[in-house]
C-alpha cells in the first residue's frame, strides 16, 4: 500500500513564514531608505539650483550697474543706495523681456507669510519717466522666500572716506562701490556663500542688450538668467 502523502507540519509552516516576513520587513527597509535617499538627492539640487539662480541674478544686473543721477524724485540723487537690507540701483534689461530702456531696480527684505521668515522682493520700474500723462510701468516679483537673515555690505570710497573699506550702508553719495556682497541665511538652517560681486561698467555690453547679462525676470517670473 503506498503511504499518503506526507504535508508540511505547523512548525515547517510558522518558520517558513517568519522567514518570508523577515524577508519582507528588510526589502521594505531597503526600499523606504532608497525613497529617502532619492528625496533627499532631489531637495539637495533643489536647494543648489535655486541658490545659483539667485546669484547670478545679483552677478549679473550689479555687474551691469550704471551710476547715474535722478533729478526729476522728491530729491536730486544717485542711483546708487543701499544700506544692509534694502539697496537700490540702476541697469538694463534684454528686448525679450518687453521692458526697454533703463530700469530702476530696488531690492528689499518684507516680511514673509505664515511666519515663515522673510521675502526678498524686487521692484522695477524705469529709470525715466516717459512723459507725465503716462504711469510709471511698475513690477514686483519675489525672487527668495523664507530668509532667516539678509544682509548687503559695500566696498568702495567715497569723498569723505579716501581709503576703501567696507561699509553697512552706501547712501547720499556720487559714486558707485567698488564691490557689494551678499550674505544669505535661510530658516532651515543653510548658509549661503557669500556673493561679492565687482561693479564694472561695460558700454557695449550695456547698449547691446546682451540677454546673457541682463536677463533675469521674464513676463512677470523670476528666471534668474
Not at 549661503?192 to 536677463?215: E, R, Y
Request: aromatic letters at 10%; a negative charge; hydrophobic letters at 40%.
Amino acid at each position: 500500500m503506498r503511504g499518503k502523502p506526507r504535508g508540511f507540519t505547523l512548525l515547517e509552516v510558522l518558520i517558513g513564514m517568519s522567514l518570508l516576513g523577515v524577508m519582507m520587513l528588510l526589502l521594505f527597509a531597503s526600499l523606504r531608505i532608497c525613497v529617502q535617499n532619492w528625496n533627499a538627492g532631489e531637495k539637495k539640487i533643489a536647494q543648489v539650483s535655486q541658490a545659483a539662480i539667485v546669484q547670478n541674478f545679483f552677478q549679473s544686473k550689479l555687474h551691469a550697474t550704471l551710476p547715474l543721477e535722478a533729478d526729476f524724485f522728491e530729491e536730486k540723487q544717485f542711483s546708487f543706495q543701499g544700506n544692509q537690507q534694502q539697496m537700490q540701483f540702476v541697469a538694463t534689461m534684454p528686448a525679450s523681456v518687453g521692458r526697454l530702456g533703463i530700469q530702476l531696480f530696488t531690492l528689499s527684505l518684507q516680511p514673509g507669510t505664515e511666519n515663515k521668515g522673510s521675502e526678498l522682493k524686487v521692484d522695477i520700474r524705469p529709470f525715466f519717466p516717459k512723459s507725465e500723462s503716462e504711469e510709471w510701468e511698475e513690477e514686483s516679483i519675489i525672487i527668495l522666500k523664507n530668509i532667516q537673515e539678509l544682509r548687503f555690505s559695500y566696498y568702495g570710497s567715497d569723498e569723505v572716506n579716501i581709503d576703501s573699506d567696507w561699509q553697512e550702508e552706501w547712501l547720499e553719495k556720487s559714486n558707485l562701490p567698488k564691490l557689494v556682497s551678499i550674505d544669505i541665511e535661510l530658516t532651515n538652517g543653510e548658509i549661503w556663500p557669500q556673493v561679492v560681486v565687482a561693479l564694472k561698467i561695460d558700454s557695449d555690453n550695456a547698449n547691446n542688450g546682451s540677454d546673457d547679462l541682463f536677463g533675469g525676470i521674464e513676463n512677470g517670473r523670476f528666471t534668474g538668467q
